[in-house]
């Protein structure tokens, strides 16, 4: 969810619902005017982030990028600059980035320990059991209520996770297939899940913003595809897409 900053909290709240969702929702005429209310933001950090996510709605994706890391090169410690920034990479599925992102702040965490509430909403995101594990880590070391950084979703993830051992391992890196796939086709994700199947086997399944029958089979032949390819032992775990309803 975005997160609002004070001087620049209207510009945000028209363009939350776009964010979220990966998509221009307000039509370019909008657009143009809050690049206008943007640019009036004394705060650098908060002009170049805004300034960059609204790029990134209108396509320009890598200008809109530069800009958002910017801003959080001159604000690391403002926790809203980098969640906004990595809400956005996350609903317009660029997740090579925004792994990249989640890397970077882990780094930053001592300067802004209110990260780790996004690096574990990513790490149950993307079932990444590693990433937890720094997260509670980092959680020990610096003395915090995991109740303060976990969402009960992320919680239950990294529960699910941690109960799995080896198996949730694989579903990791299976799951790092899956946004590899997904991002390789300009695919969006409405949502992600961990879950045992009837069997037991646990999953990890996403639903996408398509309920193409023929899409869908296509991306999850090209996810079996690199599993193989890659030999990655499946037993105990499976990654599938799923279509929107």
């Not at 943007?38 to 908060?46: F, L, N, T």
């Not at 976990?150 to 890196?173: H, I, P, T, V, W």
Request: hydrophobic share 40%; net charge negative; aromatic share 8%.
């Amino acid at each position: 969810m975005i997160l609002p900053q004070t001087k620049s909290f209207e510009v945000i709240e028209e363009i939350r619902a776009s964010v979220e969702v990966g998509e221009n929702l307000i039509g370019d005429i909008a657009i143009r005017r809050l690049l206008k209310d943007v640019e009036a933001i004394p705060e650098p950090g908060e002009k170049l982030s805004l300034k960059g996510i609204i790029f990134i709605l209108q396509g320009k994706t890598h200008e809109g990028m530069a800009l958002c890391e910017r801003a959080i090169g001159i604000t690391p410690y403002e926790s809203a600059i980098w969640r906004n920034y990595c809400c956005i990479l996350n609903s317009m599925g660029y997740f090579s980035k925004l792994k990249e992102m989640i890397l970077l702040a882990l780094e930053n965490v001592n300067k802004c320990p209110q990260l780790l509430n996004t690096i574990a909403i990513h790490a149950s995101f993307s079932a990444d059991l590693n990433l937890f594990n720094q997260v509670m880590l980092l959680v020990d070391k610096l003395n915090i209520e995991p109740k303060n950084i976990f969402e009960l979703r992320d919680m239950e993830a990294f529960c699910l996770l941690s109960q799995n051992g080896n198996n949730a391992y694989k579903l990791s890196s299976l799951a790092q297939e899956l946004l590899s796939v997904a991002e390789s086709n300009g695919v969006k994700i409405v949502r992600s899940g961990i879950k045992p199947d009837s069997d037991g086997i646990l999953g990890y399944q996403c639903t996408v913003n398509t309920n193409d029958i023929d899409f869908i089979c296509s991306i999850n032949d090209q996810l079996f595809d690199r599993i193989f390819d890659k030999n990655i032992d499946t037993s105990g775990c499976f990654a599938i897409f799923e279509g929107s309803d």
